[in-house]
């Protein structure tokens, strides 16, 4: 059967008659969140309801959130079979939870989606303006300076908002992506990242890649954290005591282990390897 839209002008005659329901009236996200999710509750109940005027994605629904949920919870849509109360709070507490999402499963066969003929060219053109290693500061336009979607470990990290904020629409900024470019870049996070490069080895304590780990290390680190007169190019080699968070804390035990006889760094220290966490873009040390 042939989908009707329901055009833009209904919507805004529903929008004008509504019994008293606003937005604020949905009831709090429950603590600890909802285990509804758009794959196994909302889509099927979009599908079951609302297919016959409305062709609705997810990218859709949360673009009109506000609307449909004034017109559920009014009673007004659907406009043939006014849904069950219990589907109604459900309905509800999906909405107020933020539209939750498991994302796409990977196709049975994998997915012929890869970095190199598709995400590395979108991350340039839908997010380089602002997610760039390139940029500082202001240039960035908010964007966090953790966030940099030419460097594949920031990718890597970040996948799961990427996926949720471009399915959203919310990235980039305003919207607008075409629907194909969506499903790829979905597919491909849900694929694991086909062709994504991975972090490189490297050796802690080597904060600075000269292959020598020396009080020039500490000098670095503290110059990257406050002077920005430092680029350091594997920020997991500076994370001198492997908490996760580059502060001035690495610098003082890497002193403290190289003057006063405080423990070593964890592994990777000895030897080289990979345990990511900050990022690490390239390390001429191993």
Not at 106 to 134: I, L
Request: glycine share 10%.
């Amino acid at each position: 059967m042939r989908r009707r839209l329901l055009p833009s002008i209904l919507w805004t005659t529903f929008a004008t008659c509504l019994h008293g329901v606003s937005a604020q009236e949905i009831p709090p996200c429950p603590d600890g969140g909802t285990s509804l999710r758009w794959e196994t509750f909302a889509r099927p109940l979009f599908d079951a309801t609302c297919s016959e005027c409305h062709d609705w994605g997810y990218t859709d629904v949360y673009a009109e959130r506000g609307l449909i949920a004034e017109q559920v919870l009014s009673g007004n849509m659907p406009p043939f079979e006014p849904l069950p109360r219990t589907e109604i709070d459900r309905f509800a507490e999906w909405i107020a939870c933020g539209l939750p999402l498991d994302g796409p499963a990977c196709p049975p066969e994998g997915s012929a989606v890869t970095y190199d003929n598709f995400a590395r060219s979108f991350f340039a053109s839908a997010c380089g303006s602002c997610h760039s290693k390139g940029l500082t500061g202001e240039a960035r336009q908010g964007a966090p300076v953790d966030q940099s979607f030419d460097d594949p470990a920031a990718i890597r990290r970040h996948d799961n908002l990427i996926r949720d904020s471009v399915l959203r629409g919310e990235m980039p900024p305003g919207g607008g992506l075409p629907a194909l470019e969506i499903e790829q870049l979905a597919e491909w996070i849900a694929c694991d990242m086909p062709g994504l490069p991975g972090p490189p080895p490297y050796r802690r304590g080597d904060a600075n890649s000269d292959r020598l780990r020396d009080v020039s290390d500490a000098v670095d680190v503290l110059a990257f954290l406050f002077n920005g007169t430092a680029d350091l190019e594997c920020l997991d080699a500076a994370d001198m005591d492997g908490s996760g968070v580059l502060n001035v804390t690495d610098a003082i035990y890497w002193l403290g282990y190289l003057f006063l006889g405080g423990p070593p760094p964890p592994e990777p220290f000895e030897s080289c390897g990979v345990s990511e966490k900050l990022g690490c873009v390239s390390s001429t040390g191993c």
